[in-house]
């Protein structure tokens, strides 16, 4: 078939239409935002504290970049945070500004010892003394600490952001040992009250840590709860960006993508800018294509798009921790196959339908219908969780799982390593 390019001129190509892990523009959905942008707008007129919660992957940055503006945005993450000076040496290290610092790198070294030392830097005018240590241990960091003696960075904030248009967005925030929290909500609270603008964003189920780690925030902030995307929403995605692109697919097939896309308006991108790839559609076509829903054509697109190779951490979850020499129970699954209690959670999860987030019933009736009759034990199931969100995330540069015992919930934060777990025949192999 002879496809005749649009004019130069009039042209997009399927990386601009759809975008996953940048800003849209043609394919930015925004109605059902429009109350949440008000309120946030209506928030910083007031000077509150803002929080959001939400999903993994469910818009929360991209929400706040499109009201504040990317220029204006400064973005770090609560992981690793250990302390309040830590999590303001994030911002200052984005806006930068040359403070004294900590910094730290890995290191094998399997020596032992520690050496220290002061010294006087002119800092904003006057000496600022420090002092400094480097610590080596077996099998651990490297740490080279340079802190400043009586440094007040939190002051420091306040002198640098306050009036001046910038917001800070906290991401993850509920990664911020409990410990830590209160010291941090402590000091968001006199930011807040100096004038800095300051957004926190968390998984829903821990929304209300900084209330709890600081009560005196009562009236002080504004929530804006987010959640999963609807499948009509996600769908509008897919109608902008093939219509862009001139591709007339049917209702269903758009339908079909949106509910693999499992509530992520990333995944959803991600769907649909492989579909593109699969129609060989790079660029506007003209004439239009018409695209039939298609079941084979929905598992090209799928398989396509869950390209990432998760084989090695699948492989691990299902094997799980070391048994030391006791056999784990097996069980009849539905399929006439058996399984123990790690291949029948990570079945559950990656069974029909597509969903990131389980709450410890969803997951328990997953698991009934992956077993013939009996199931694992609840206290098995719990254990599984958690090791297989432990052994996940070991050695990853971010979090992929993630089990809250407390809350008792599994979020599978990475989109990609689901849509591996479903398309790939890796669950069903690793017996």
């Not at 500004?97 to 220290?116: D, L, R």
């Not at 209300?208 to 929403?233: C, H, K, M, S």
């Not at 269903?252 to 949106?258: D, I, S, T």
């Amino acid at each position: 078939m002879i496809v005749h390019h649009c004019k130069r001129s009039q042209c997009m190509r399927a990386t601009e239409v759809f975008t996953p892990g940048q800003t849209p523009t043609v394919t930015f959905v925004r109605d059902h935002l429009e109350r949440r942008e008000q309120t946030l707008r209506d928030a910083r007129e007031q000077h509150l504290l803002i929080t959001i919660s939400g999903p993994s992957k469910s818009g929360k940055t991209v929400f706040v970049r499109n009201v504040v503006g990317a220029d204006n945005l400064v973005s770090i993450t609560g992981a690793g945070v250990q302390s309040p000076d830590q999590l303001w040496l994030k911002v200052f290290h984005q806006i930068g500004t040359t403070v004294p610092t900590t910094s730290s790198a890995e290191s094998n070294s399997s020596t032992s010892g520690t050496g220290g030392g002061k010294g006087q830097l002119k800092l904003f005018g006057s000496g600022v003394e420090l002092s400094g240590n480097v610590t080596h241990a077996s099998g651990s960091k490297t740490v080279d600490t340079v802190a400043a003696v009586g440094f007040d960075h939190l002051q420091l904030l306040i002198k640098e952001l306050a009036g001046s248009g910038l917001v800070v967005f906290v991401d993850d925030f509920h990664y911020i040992p409990r410990e830590v929290q209160k010291q941090v909500a402590e000091q968001i609270k006199e930011a807040i009250d100096k004038g800095v603008e300051i957004v926190c964003a968390s998984v829903p189920y821990h929304s209300e840590d900084i209330l709890r780690a600081n009560p005196d925030l009562q009236g002080r902030f504004v929530a804006i709860d987010f959640d999963y995307w609807d499948a009509p929403t996600l769908t509008r995605i897919a109608e902008r960006g093939f219509a862009e692109l001139g591709l007339n697919v049917e209702p269903e097939l758009m339908a079909a993508f949106a509910g693999e896309a499992a509530g992520s308006p990333q995944l959803m991108q991600s769907i649909c800018l492989n579909a593109c790839f699969q129609l060989e559609t790079r660029e506007s076509r003209q004439p239009p294509l018409d695209v039939p829903h298609d079941k084979l054509f929905i598992k090209d697109v799928c398989s396509r798009t869950s390209s990432t190779d998760f084989s090695s951490t699948v492989e691990k979850l299902r094997e799980g921790p070391k048994t030391r020499g006791t056999e784990r129970l097996n069980y009849r699954l539905a399929d006439g196959e058996n399984g123990d209690v790690y291949t029948i959670v990570l079945r559950a999860l990656a069974a029909d339908p597509p969903q990131l987030r389980f709450t410890y019933s969803q997951l328990l009736a997953r698991i009934e219908n992956v077993c013939e009759t009996t199931t694992p034990s609840g206290s098995s199931t719990s254990g599984a969780c958690l090791h297989i969100a432990q052994l996940a995330n070991d050695g990853q540069s971010k979090i992929l799982i993630e089990w809250d015992s407390d809350n008792e919930i599994l979020n599978i934060r990475e989109p990609y390593l689901l849509f591996y777990m479903r398309w790939s025949d890796t669950i069903v192999r690793l017996n």
